[in-house]
C-alpha cells in the first residue's frame, strides 16, 4: 500500500506557471504508475497525465499538452507535475494517484490509491 500527499497548488494568474509535487509513502514508489486527474466543480473527475513506473511513457489529455509536463523522482518518491501558460479553465482540485505496475492509464478506476488534493486556481 501507499499513502499519497500532494502540494504546490496556489492562486496563480493566467499565464503564469506552478508545479506540483505528489510524495508518497513506502519504499516500492518505483514500482508504481502514477496519474494526475483534476475535477473543477460540478464537473466529472477528468485525467490529465500519467507515467509508467520506469518513467519511460508519458501520456497527456489534449487540453493540457504542450503546456504541461508530467515527471518523478524516483530516489525522492516524488512525482511532478510542471504547468505552464496556465489558464482560467485548468482551475480544479489536482489529485495523485498510484497503480502498481500500471501502464500509466488514463482511467481513474485503475488507480487503487490517491491523495487528498490539492487546488489550483487561475484568475483571468
Known amino acids: 500500500q501507499v499513502q499519497l500527499v500532494e502540494s504546490g497548488g496556489e492562486l496563480v494568474q493566467a499565464g503564469g506557471s506552478l508545479r506540483l509535487s505528489c510524495t508518497a509513502s513506502?519504499?516500492?514508489?518505483?514500482?508504481?504508475?502514477m496519474g494526475w486527474f483534476r475535477q473543477a466543480p460540478g464537473k466529472e473527475r477528468e485525467f490529465v497525465a500519467a507515467?509508467?513506473?520506469?518513467?519511460?511513457?508519458?501520456s497527456y489529455a489534449n487540453s493540457v499538452k504542450g503546456r504541461f509536463t508530467i515527471s518523478r523522482d524516483n530516489a525522492k518518491n516524488t512525482v511532478y507535475l510542471q504547468m505552464n501558460s496556465l489558464k482560467p479553465e485548468d482551475t480544479a482540485v489536482y489529485s495523485c494517484?498510484?497503480?502498481?505496475w500500471g501502464s500509466g492509464s488514463a482511467t481513474s478506476r485503475h488507480y487503487p490509491y490517491w491523495g487528498q488534493g490539492t487546488q489550483v486556481t487561475v484568475s483571468s
Open positions: 494517484a498510484a497503480d502498481q
Open positions: 513506502g519504499r516500492t514508489f518505483s514500482s508504481y504508475a
Open positions: 507515467i509508467t513506473w520506469s518513467g519511460a511513457s508519458t
